[in-house]
């Protein structure tokens, strides 16, 4: 007799969001492979730094662009064709000497767009009263700084988007601004459809969020249990919110990508029009970090290392948490120890991870958080830089720091990084996100020796110096500006 046993209907909510995952995880690869051909021969057309030399310079409608703007030539002597009324929106301000990567991004970028005439007003947070942050926000002389609207009403640091709209519009009935521009969601989108001259910059979406969460889980331990909250993440905050993002980035009108990989997605996956997505990638200071014979020999010899030493120095910079990589490099290093007796590691940064470093003894050692100049003899003392980062969202301002200051870089073989930082073999060493590949390529560095290193470090810096500079990031930002004014501007060159 056949069973009668009535099957049970499946949860459609737990096999939608199972599809949902697993669509979404094997079909961002296939959207890079198949994109690689006509994405590397558009974005070589335009490369200026390790370019074909017969190749002729790109031209055209920058709208349509679809490699980094930072790749174009643009004029740091000349001034700006018209000055500018900036309106930002910026969650906090930096209010200290190490503020996060957004913030340094905002102030960098508009301290030199205020340094090119561009009339800039951020409008952000209540301020840190603290002498250091009035140090850093006071401007003393208002032909080259930004000018800071903090809200009230609210702690320093706590944004209230409504407080610094109304700020804005106090503002704007004064004299109307020629472009607003959004760090992230600071403005959010049902405000932003209704101001057609805004530019948005993306520092990380939530389809790079779902990566981290999968490196995250798979560097787990055999027996180790997954996290009691990852289901619940996963299925009920992180797809969900991947698709309101599809649903509402259409609010904005301009969008800004901060690596290739970035604009790809948004262009393919959150189907953004083509012409409305553009990629800039950071700068960082170009006058703050630079080679440097003495500060080298001066943080050498803090480490006990003799002028001449042949030992190698790796560095590691930012907060010392697990989805910053450093689970993996703490195994990673403590296998290379094993072999190696002339190899020590830097960390310059503080948090959980700090007290497990110390277990690996002299070998290690903790600078705990630095401040810029501070920073600036720890990059020039180390061999190599490592960032082992379990996050693919943005673009690390350190790999870029590290690169200005002459030296080659170890990172997680993410697309953000391989097609916007490490786009040649001469820069440096990518690896998988696990402790194998990772000590892998640490012995394969080890073994090519310092003067090695520092030959690819050379090459590093020159790439640098004419892709992530303040400087060039400042001007690709102004011509897009210029171009969102005035279609003309939008003509290259």
């Known amino acids: 007799m056949a069973s009668q046993t009535k099957l049970k209907k499946p949860n459609s909510h737990f096999s939608l969001c199972t599809f949902l995952f697993f669509t979404v995880l094997f079909t961002i690869p296939a959207l890079f492979l198949l994109r690689t051909s006509s994405s590397c021969s558009s974005s070589t057309a335009a490369v200026s730094p390790s370019s074909d030399t ?9 709208q349509t662009a679809q490699f980094a703007w ?24 930096p209010t200290g000497p190490n503020p996060g990567g957004m913030e340094r991004h ?39 700084n930004p000018t800071i609207h903090s809200h009230g009403d609210a702690e320093p640091g706590k944004w209230r988007y409504n407080k610094a709209w109304e700020l804005y519009q106090e503002e704007n009935k004064k004299e109307p601004f020629d472009v607003v521009h959004t760090e992230s969601v600071a403005l959010p989108h049902w405000i932003a459809r209704e101001v057609p001259n805004l530019a948005v910059s993306w520092h990380g979406i939530a389809l790079e969020s779902l ?46 990508a901060i690596s290739d990989s970035c604009g790809e997605m948004l262009r393919d996956v959150y189907q953004i029009p083509e012409k409305r997505v553009h990629v800039i990638l950071n700068g960082v ?20 290392l003799q002028e001449n030493s042949s030992a190698i120095v790796l560095g590691a910079a930012g907060r010392l948490v697990k989805d910053k990589g450093h689970p993996i490099l703490y195994e990673a290093f403590a296998k290379l120890i094993e072999t190696h007796s002339n190899v020590h590691l830097v960390v310059a ?39 082992p980062t379990l996050r693919p969202q943005g673009l690390d301002l350190t790999l870029m720091e590290a690169m200005l200051s002459g030296k080659p870089v170890m990172a997680s073989r993410y697309a953000s990084i391989k097609r916007s930082i490490v786009v040649n073999d001469e ?10 590949a990772l000590t892998a390529v640490m012995e394969v560095a080890v073994a090519e020796g310092a003067e090695r290193l520092a030959e690819r470090g050379r090459k590093c810096k020159e790439y640098a110096a004419e892709m992530f500079t303040a400087s060039k990031m400042a001007l690709a930002y102004e011509r897009l500006f210029l171009c969102i004014k005035d279609q003309r501007f939008c003509i290259y060159p």
């Open 285 to 304: 200071d170009e006058n703050g970090f630079k080679s440097d014979k003495k500060l080298r020999s001066l943080f050498r010899s803090k480490l006990g």
């Open 54 to 62: 017969n190749q002729p310079p790109w031209s055209g409608d920058l």
């Open 211 to 256: 990566q981290s969460s999968i490196y995250q889980d798979l560097i787990r331990k055999p027996g180790e249990p997954r996290s009691q909250g990852f289901n619940a993440s996963l299925y009920g905050a992180v797809l969900p919110k991947i698709l309101d993002e599809i649903r509402f980035f259409h609010n904005y009108a301009h969008h800004i």
């Open 349 to 387: 940064g503080s948090g959980p991870w700090e007290n497990r470093y110390k277990e690996l003894g002299e070998k290690v050692t903790i600078l705990g958080s630095l401040n810029p100049n501070e920073l600036k003899g720890f990059y020039n003392g180390i061999d190599l830089f490592v960032n």
């Open 106 to 144: 905002a102030f960098t970028l508009y301290t030199a767009l205020a340094r090119r005439g561009h009339h800039v007003h951020v409008f952000t947070s209540p301020l840190d009263p603290s002498p250091q942050t009035n140090k850093i926000t006071s401007a003393s002389d208002k032909t080259i």
């Open 70 to 93: 930072n790749r174009l030539a643009f004029s740091l002597t000349n001034p700006p064709p018209k000055t500018l009324r900036l309106a930002v929106f910026s969650r906090k301000w």
């Open 427 to 436: 820069f440096g060493f990518m690896f998988a996100p696990n402790v194998e």
